[in-house]
């Protein structure tokens, strides 16, 4: 019964890991489809051009004859059976005929050429005195005229060996009006349109199997060496939905449930894990752009506020400042001006009524101002250690939003703020390679990755 068990859940294994090489395949493939599309159309176009340039038409003449025995002998079986067996002589001697040299000098004197410029053949019908001579070239009237000339030398050369014959035509083909096979490059066309699909899927399979990406929770501990936090699912306004209704935060009523549920989820387990090592000042940062810290670090701020807890959120990535727009605000000073001391802290640190947020949450946000160029050298000034020290005196918790670990030096320098950090992954974007250096450059800042939350939006 054991064993039994055991060879069911290597089959469901098999099955789960097939299940995702497809999964894993079709995704890969919504990336490179063009680049498969654009080899099946090489391909076919390549080997059209090359079938057009290297096509040459053939023409064959052809004529039928029956192989009688000139031997004086009347009508009977035994002479049938010789005439037959003559034929299939007269048929495998042909190619030593042709080879000797005689029956090409012979033909060549009455064309007035030099031998011959196509090539010649002979069949016999099986069990028959049927004997069959073709000639193909590249000019139908002088396959035509070659065929006459062996027709009326040929007996005279194989004589010597299968005896007086004479040949009497039953058929001719005449000068061929139509060369042998027509022209058709759509047939190359699609050997190579299917040669290049090949190639594209083959090198699609290729890539999905080496392609070492977050694709799924397991694969955050598996690369990344954290455990996962939490997922954020996947989320569609609808296309009637306004500008403002497209906002993607938890204050907005049109957000989805899942995408709430997801939210509080990964609240809970930063806040448990903090609260396990007295932690207050959470960084949230991923390795490459776009994979979407900017909305979990949003969220995850609002989320915070509404368990009760103070909690500030800090747009820190000054090269690209983000919350502005998540919170549905607009464009206005932040914290680069506030560090450049051309604003005062009141002037941009804002309540949940400044931001429009109708819930009575303990929220505030000091969101970016205009992008700057050097972040870091603003994020490791005294002026910004002074606001985090400030922040962190009169708050519960506070989120700060970084720049991009993998790609730039400021989460480094705004690391020595943070005691603890989240690393956000969107699904099947950046490298697991690259994961693992915005990892480690955290590392080096000594502070704690207290986990991955894997992005699907």
């Not at 009141?346 to 949940?352: A, I, M, Q, S, T």
């Not at 991009?404 to 603890?420: E, F, H, K, N, S």
Request: proline share 3%; glycine share 8%.
């Amino acid at each position: 019964m054991s064993e039994q068990r055991i060879e069911n859940k290597a089959e469901e294994a098999e099955r789960i890991d097939l299940i995702r090489f497809l999964g894993d395949f079709f995704r890969v493939f919504r990336r490179t489809w063009i680049w498969v599309l654009i080899l099946t159309v090489a391909g076919g176009a390549f080997f059209y051009f090359r079938d057009y340039r290297s096509w040459s038409p053939v023409y064959t003449a052809s004529a039928t004859f029956t192989v009688r025995l000139n031997n004086g002998v009347g009508t009977s079986g035994t002479n049938t059976y010789y005439e037959n067996t003559t034929a299939e002589q007269m048929a495998k001697t042909f190619p030593y005929i042709l080879t000797s040299g005689v029956l090409q000098r012979k033909v060549a004197a009455q064309m007035g050429t030099g031998g011959f410029s196509g090539s010649v053949r002979a069949t016999v019908e099986e069990n028959t005195n049927l004997f069959t001579l073709s000639v193909t070239d590249s000019d139908p009237q002088r396959a035509y005229d070659t065929l006459n000339a062996v027709i009326t030398y040929y007996p005279e050369v194989a004589e010597a060996i299968v005896g007086r014959t004479s040949l009497d035509m039953l058929d001719e083909s005449g000068v061929p009006g139509a060369p042998d096979y027509p022209r058709d490059s759509m047939r190359p066309a699609r050997k190579g349109a299917a040669a290049g699909l090949a190639l594209g899927l083959v090198w699609t399979v290729v890539r999905a199997v080496n392609r070492k990406t977050v694709r799924r929770r397991g694969d955050i501990p598996r690369y990344m060496h954290v455990r996962c936090l939490g997922e954020i699912p996947r989320v569609h306004f609808k296309k009637r939905s306004r500008g403002n209704e497209k906002v993607l935060n938890i204050t907005n009523k049109k957000t989805d449930e899942n995408f709430l549920e997801s939210i509080r989820m990964l609240r809970n387990k930063v806040e448990y894990s903090a609260q396990k090592h007295h932690h207050k000042v959470v960084l949230v940062t991923s390795a490459l752009a776009g994979e979407g810290k900017s909305t979990v670090a949003v969220n995850l701020a609002i989320s915070l506020a509404q368990s009760g807890k103070k909690t500030a959120l800090v747009d820190c990535d000054l090269r690209h400042p983000s919350c502005r727009k998540i919170l549905g605000q607009e464009q206005g000073m932040g914290l680069r001006e506030l560090l450049e001391k051309k604003t005062e802290i009141k002037e941009v640190f804002l309540n949940r009524k400044d931001l429009n947020i109708e819930e009575d949450i303990p929220f505030f946000a000091i969101l970016g101002g205009k992008p700057v160029n050097d972040g870091s050298r603003l994020l490791g000034s005294r002026e910004m250690e002074s606001l985090i020290r400030a922040l962190k005196n009169s708050v519960d918790y506070m989120i700060l939003d970084s720049a991009p670990a993998g790609l730039l030096t400021d989460a480094g320098v705004l690391a020595q703020y943070a005691d603890t950090a989240v690393c956000v992954v969107r699904r099947d974007y950046a490298r697991a390679d690259t994961i693992m250096e915005g990892i480690e450059a955290l590392a080096e800042a000594h502070v704690r990755v207290s986990g991955g939350v894997l992005n699907q939006i």
